[in-house]
């Protein structure tokens, strides 16, 4: 088998952590969101080459991260665009991925911002069982939330309806972005463009394909986040930390109080300071403050400001109220 990452969004929602960095790198306690997608397809003897699908302008910061890194099986396949509004979709670029690197194997496809808590190889051991496509869906428990994904509805394991973001979904289970397809499903991808078919969410080429032939679901429970919000990446930390909180050796605390779920990364001074569900990226600064369900991104400068469901970007100071 082949695998892809998909990791060729611009994260627009969560600027500025993510307009000068792929949202993938973003950490996860000590690791990274994609480096745990990473880890497990090394060690899955199954997976002889991962494609790594980004776009051109993070390609560079894709290679330094993979040449600093012990992988051996991720490989760059570079999208030509170099913002949101160039991108061909998932389906149009995973078209393109596999002429470009002519793939013809059986193909696992898994989203670089997804953290998942089944593991990896439990879900090819259910594909190679069945011998056909094969979805992971999960119960997000709330229909509201369900309108953002694809709605799955089964007999069995089997896939008798797929609806890709329903205005009016009839339960609350969904497919993430972990797919796994056999080498001639992967054949009708051409004709399904060609006859114009929506070419963005993966789950639109599901829609079409279980119309078409036996399709099943991986179901788990457990955890499941799709980091494209803060609110997202926040919970998924939160998860990670499960109400400890993780503070470099490096850091500087005089009078700071650290509560539940919070990481304070290296280099980064706290004084007369409260915090709560908070990330924090190195060298920054934060005095006199009370933060809750923040982001605050590397060499911020902030004195005297209490802050609640914030994102601050780089290297910006806010001192008294201002801002610079």
Not at 141 to 161: N, P
Not at 232 to 261: M, P, R
Request: charged residues 30%; hydrophobic residues 40%.
């Amino acid at each position: 088998m082949k695998a892809v990452v998909l990791a060729g969004g611009y994260a627009t929602r969560m600027w500025p952590i993510t307009k000068h960095r792929p949202k993938m790198f973003l950490p996860i306690g000590e690791s990274t969101v994609i480096d745990r997608i990473f880890s497990e397809l090394e060690a899955d003897d199954r997976i002889e080459e991962v494609y790594v699908s980004t776009n051109e302008r993070f390609a560079p910061d894709f290679e330094a991260h993979l040449a600093d890194s012990e992988f051996e099986k991720p490989q760059l396949s570079i999208e030509e665009t170099t913002e949101e509004d160039d991108k061909f979709g998932v389906v149009g670029a995973l078209a393109q991925l596999i002429d470009r690197e002519n793939v013809d194997d059986d193909l696992l496809v898994i989203a670089g911002d997804n953290l998942i808590s089944f593991d990896i190889d439990e879900f090819l051991d259910e594909f190679e069982r069945r011998g056909a496509p094969t979805l992971a869906a999960y119960d997000v428990g709330s229909r509201e939330k369900a309108t953002s994904y694809g709605l799955v509805e089964l007999e069995g394991d089997r896939v008798v309806d797929f609806q890709e973001k329903p205005d009016d979904p009839k339960s609350t289970l969904v497919s993430i972005a972990c797919y796994a397809f056999p080498q001639d499903s992967l054949s009708l991808l051409p004709t399904y463009l060609e006859d114009g078919n929506n070419p963005d969410e993966p789950g639109w080429f599901v829609q079409w394909l279980q119309n078409r032939e036996a399709t099943y679901a991986f179901t788990f429970e457990g955890a499941w986040f799709d980091i494209g919000t803060p609110e997202s990446y926040l919970d998924a930390v939160a998860w990670h930390l499960n109400g400890e909180s993780l503070v470099a050796d490096s850091a500087t605390l005089e009078d700071a109080t650290i509560g539940e779920n919070v990481h304070v990364m290296g280099d980064v001074t706290l004084e007369g300071t409260d915090l709560e569900h908070t990330i924090i990226f190195p060298d920054a600064t934060v005095r006199n403050g009370d933060i809750r369900r923040s982001i605050i991104d590397r060499g911020t400068h902030i004195e005297d400001l209490d802050l609640a469901g914030a994102l601050i970007g780089a290297h910006t100071t806010i001192t008294n109220g201002s801002k610079r």
